[in-house]
């Protein structure tokens, strides 16, 4: 049997056409039986399985402490990591100010 990518323009014309016969022929012999037009051989789309928030924070634990395992470390509870820098009020208020004003003249400019 010919690849698809092989097949002539008149061939794949004609392949087409005989397809369209095919599902007429088929959606005809259903009303004649008295079942639905659908082909016999359309296939159900596959289902994806849908994981919660919390069975993928167990596969990433159990994960982690595979390679724990393999590198020899101890697993922690929870990575340690650098503590967050704090921003003070007053930072805070001149990044707020400068940032207004930068708004503004963004806004003065579109006019």
């Known amino acids: 049997m010919n690849s ?3 097949l002539t323009p008149k061939q794949l ?7 369209e016969r095919i599902e007429s022929l088929q959606k ?3 009303r004649i039986l008295g079942t ?9 789309p596959r289902k994806r ?7 993928k924070a167990r596969i990433a634990a ?3 402490a595979r390679w724990a395992r393999v590198k020899g470390e101890k697993l922690s509870a929870k990575p340690a990591g650098k503590a967050r820098a ?7 208020a001149r990044l707020s100010a400068k940032l207004k004003a930068i708004w503004a003249a963004r806004k003065a400019a579109k006019k």
Do not use: N, P, Y
């Open 28 to 30: 005809e012999l259903g």
């Open 4 to 6: 698809i990518t092989m």
């Open 86 to 92: 704090k921003m003070s009020a007053a930072a805070k």
């Open 49 to 55: 399985w849908k994981l919660s928030a919390a069975a």
């Open 62 to 64: 159990a994960a982690r």
């Open 13 to 19: 014309r004609r392949a087409a056409t005989v397809q």
């Open 36 to 44: 639905s037009g659908q082909t016999v051989t359309a296939v159900a």
